[in-house]
């Protein structure tokens, strides 16, 4: 029985082109030294992510979906999403973990990264919102 992708060529190659960035960006980490913090980062990140992460904002998901409409939920997701990734990134500077470090580098100090988060994460969810309220109006409006 032969199997048969399902998708694109195109949709194929960005999926093998990505994996090898991945790979090549993963093998310059190891090259690093310490591979032994990437690993446990990689490992720890996997189970946190599939163990915690995924059942809470799937089900919160789902019970957001039940509710009628569900027009507002991509307003809600993207903002969450972005705000939750540049978190993720920039943890540990929002945190002041490392400052004297980076200090020490760079000459800089890194004030105000908390502060930054959050801004960023009102203006989206007061863009993501905005432009609820015009797509919801004009829809109702037809």
């Known amino acids: 029985m032969k199997a048969r992708y399902g998708s694109s ?4 190659l960005s999926h093998l082109a ?21 690993a446990i980062w990689l490992i720890g990140a996997v189970v946190l992510h599939d ?5 809470a904002y799937t089900t919160l998901d789902r019970l957001a979906l039940r509710r009628k409409p569900a ?3 991509n307003y809600v997701r993207v903002p ?9 990134a920039f943890f540990p500077v929002i945190c002041g973990k490392g400052e004297a470090t980076y200090s020490r580098v760079s000459g800089e100090s890194w004030e105000g990264y908390a502060g930054r988060w959050l ?12 432009l609820y309220l015009v797509r919801s109006r004009s829809g109702s409006s037809n």
């Open 80 to 88: 969450v999403g972005v705000s939750a990734l540049l978190l993720l």
């Open 18 to 38: 990505a994996l090898a960035l991945a790979a090549w960006a993963l093998l310059q980490a190891l090259q690093l030294g310490g591979w032994e913090r990437v």
């Open 9 to 12: 060529p195109l949709h194929l």
């Open 71 to 73: 027009g507002w939920a």
């Open 51 to 55: 163990a915690l992460l995924w059942p």
């Open 119 to 130: 801004m960023v994460s009102a203006v989206l969810f007061l863009a993501a919102g905005a």
